[in-house]
T-cell receptor, first 115, second 113 residues
């Protein structure tokens, strides 16, 4: 069965420091992996996706994520955090096996960047 | 702006009321979705429409009734809701069902009193 885990409810970092938001997944086939961000009182916005190709994926707002097949992880990273990055981050996975095209969502990680 | 617009942004309704949520996209997408977002829970996919046809109904109670008159518009009709239905309801669209990328509206914050 497909699943995705975001082990941290909240991540706190100081502005200017690197940030990491963790995501691990479980699928039977090859994963399609996504990160979305939700700012307060807003819908979700797409950040980046991994389908095939380079394991390091670059996305919007300076974010990147590294696909690690052996660790079944897709952690979101940014070299230098901004206060404006404070938001709720969601990881999602879809299995390319079979006809199931449903996205499975993590519970979200709240990122707080302190000035 | 994502190209997906939801109205109203906020809605307070009594348990005996009937109301509707509206979603509109002008991205030329073929698939549209309703999600429910509650605190401390994963996003719950409620309904999926692909080319105006409902393709998924994830065991949603009948007090939620979707309608998709065309590929650009999606409605969620609400009646006799319960307080536990209070949540943020998000509409999304994608080129085809399954993505690869979904565009979300800003959501309707629903409070059932």
């Amino acid at each position: 069965a497909q699943s995705v885990a975001q082990p941290e409810d909240q991540v706190n970092v100081a502005e200017g420091n690197p940030l990491t938001v963790k995501c691990t997944y479980s699928v039977s086939g090859n994963p399609y992996l996504f990160w979305y961000v939700q700012y307060p009182n807003r819908g979700l916005q797409f950040l980046l996706k991994y389908i095939t190709g380079d394991n390091l994926v670059k996305g919007s707002y300076g974010f990147e994520a590294e696909f690690n097949k052996s660790q079944t992880s897709f952690h979101l990273k940014k070299p230098s955090a901004l206060v404006s990055d404070s938001a709720l981050y969601f990881c999602a996975v879809r299995d390319d096996a079979g006809n199931n095209r449903k996205l499975i969502w993590g519970l979200g990680t709240s990122l707080a960047v302190n000035p | 702006e994502t190209g997906v617009t939801q109205t109203p942004r906020h809605l307070v309704m009594g348990m005996t009321n009937k109301k509707s949520l509206k979603c509109e996209q002008h991205l030329g997408h073929n698939a549209m979705y309703w999600y429910k977002q509650s605190a401390k829970k994963p996003l719950e996919l409620m309904f999926v429409y692909n080319f105006k046809e409902q393709t998924e109904n994830n065991s949603v109670p009948s007090r939620f009734s979707p309608e998709c008159p065309n590929s650009s518009h999606l409605f969620l009709h609400l009646h006799t809701l319960q307080p536990e239905d209070s949540a943020l309801y998000l509409c999304a669209s994608s080129q085809d069902q399954g993505g690869p990328r979904a565009f979300f509206g800003q959501g309707t914050r629903l409070t059932v009193v």
